[in-house]
């Protein structure tokens, strides 16, 4: 798959492929936008090993192998072999005798035909797959161990780094290691057998980043097998080992407010705890747990270096669009949504990250995020109502280096009579945001054309502190009252998923009023970094 690292798989028409010989059995077979897989069927005795590996022969494909068993649970996938192929390769052990069923599946819509060549007997016939799967270094390649991490890099070609760099990896690996595992207590990530040498994990010093800067800094590659991880108290199902790969010396950003070494320890912080992640659940569908996670935990780990407030602004700047959407203009909004769980730990404490984690071992989508919240007698609207009010004031520790970044100002009210009409509207859990003029004074707001789906809110700020209130459909409100008063339209609606958002429009009707009942205060916010909204974030 290029360089997608989580994603759901395809199944296909079981077919009758014949019973796997001890050696060596090839197979032919086309692939197209009819025909998006193939199965095959595979009868294992228990420790019995099998190695698979799919190449290419005509056209596109960008080939995918998994093994299930009959219950359609994934047991082992693979991709990409290497950093340098789009065919895969797969190895497998059979915990137990049975029928399993392997799958041979395309990526997108590309087609042409493909060999599957498939090796059966004991552990002996997995040799190959090393060489296989081998990240090849422009040059020698050296070693570095450390007590939990393997670390390969070399003098020579593209990839050419030095030793002081690769020893400064070397202590942030294991300074992160600590940090996150022995001090925050998350469990250790899966081990990974023999990769790479033997079992620790093994990090790769590699040229990731053009001379302009793009690429990446760093990169987190799940293992192939699923299954459980001992270092949990849990049962998970898609556990999986994680390889890393950092830049050779992260040059490239020179000058940028932090420094290269500064840059390579907080990617180890973010990169390795995509492996702590791949520990609980490698196949989550939901992008945004995994990076929103990561860049949190940035923040315990180098408070000082972090560089998650380089995404608040993708987050204020589309504040309408879907929460935890990939789909907005520069894809950072998931990295962004750090501050969502910000906001769950200031409440609850920093465990509840964790114990968002546990439940996405064991539940896909925002059912997971439920499941975390109902324990705390909480549940996901009320969370997200939060999280949108607190992103007006900016209401977050951190908040002194979001320098003039707010959240974006969808429209205003000036006078009795105005109507106010959405652009595109709100997708769900998305909000908008329309300021009050202070000389209005009292008035009536009501929502209207949206077909009863939307809520209303109200944030005022007097001074440092602000007040939010509950407004449903509609309410009477005196802007005279405070320095600065806002309204949120906010979308409770969500399905279990942010693929498919559409917008929710509207028309917020102004009218005028006497005095009215004063609205109960729902919650109280500091203000002390509260910013005026505006247009452009």
């Not at 009210?413 to 959405?422: A, E, K, N, P, V």
């Not at 209207?448 to 502190?465: F, H, N, P, S, T």
């Amino acid at each position: 798959m290029r360089h997608i690292v989580y994603g759901l798989m395809f199944m296909g028409l079981l077919l009758g492929a014949s019973r796997v010989q001890a050696d060596e059995e090839s197979y032919t077979g086309t692939l197209n936008t009819r025909q998006s897989s193939v199965d095959y069927t595979l009868n294992l005795q228990a420790a019995e090993s099998v190695l698979m590996t799919a190449e290419t022969l005509t056209g596109d494909l960008d080939l995918r192998l998994t093994i299930k068993n009959t219950l359609g649970t994934t047991l082992a996938e693979n991709d990409d072999r290497n950093a340098d192929s789009y065919d895969p390769a797969l190895g497998f052990t059979a915990s137990s005798s049975g029928t399993y069923i392997l799958t041979v599946s395309q990526y997108g819509n590309d087609s042409g035909t493909y060999q599957l060549t498939i090796t059966q007997g004991d552990e002996s016939v997995l040799a190959p797959l090393a060489d296989l799967t081998a990240i090849n270094l422009s040059g020698t390649e050296r070693i570095l161990d450390t007590p939990n991490f393997r670390i390969h890099y070399t003098y020579r070609g593209e990839d050419a780094t030095t030793e002081a760099f690769a020893q400064s990896v070397a202590q942030a690996v294991e300074y992160v290691y600590q940090v996150e595992i022995t001090q925050l207590g998350w469990p250790a990530p899966m081990p990974d057998g023999y990769s790479g040498g033997d079992s620790r994990m093994d990090v790769y010093l590699m040229d990731l980043m053009d001379d302009s800067g793009d690429g990446a800094m760093g990169l987190a590659r799940p293992g192939d097998q699923y299954g459980d991880n001992p270092n949990t108290p849990e049962r998970e199902k898609y556990a999986t080992s994680t390889m890393l790969r950092l830049d050779n010396d992260f040059a490239e950003l020179e000058g940028d407010r932090l420094s290269p070494i500064e840059l390579m320890r907080v990617t180890v912080a973010h990169e390795f705890h995509h492996a702590v992640q791949h520990g609980y659940d490698a196949n989550e569908p939901m992008g945004w747990y995994f990076e929103a996670t990561a860049v949190w935990m940035e923040q315990a780990v180098y408070p000082k270096l972090s560089s998650a407030v380089y995404y608040v602004e993708s987050v204020y700047d589309f504040p309408e669009l879907c929460f935890g959407t990939a789909d907005d203009p520069d894809g950072l909004q998931m990295y962004g949504e750090w501050m969502f769980l910000q906001s769950l730990a200031d409440i609850y404490g920093g465990n509840v990250v964790q114990e968002l984690w546990v439940n996405i071992a064991r539940l896909n989508g925002f059912a997971a995020l439920q499941q975390t919240l109902v324990a705390h007698d909480d549940d996901l609207v009320n969370a997200l109502v939060r999280y949108r009010l607190r992103n007006i004031v900016r209401d977050y520790k951190q908040a002194s280096l979001f320098e003039n970044a707010t959240v974006w100002l969808e429209d205003s009210i000036h006078q009795t009579g105005d109507q106010i009409t959405s652009g595109k509207g709100v997708q769900p859990l998305g909000a908008n945001y329309i300021q009050v003029s202070p000389e209005l004074g009292t008035f009536r707001v009501e929502l209207a054309d949206d077909g009863g789906v939307l809520q209303l809110w109200a944030m005022g700020i007097r001074g440092r502190q602000a007040e939010s209130f509950a407004l449903g459909r509609g309410a009477v409100l005196d802007s005279s009252a405070y320095d600065n008063l806002y309204l949120m339209v906010m979308n409770p609606l969500y399905e279990n998923g942010v693929d498919d958002c559409q917008y929710t429009s509207y028309h917020l009707n102004i009218s005028p009023a006497s005095a009215g009942d004063n609205l109960p205060i729902e919650q109280v916010w500091d203000a002390r970094w509260f910013t005026s909204l505006k247009r452009g974030g």
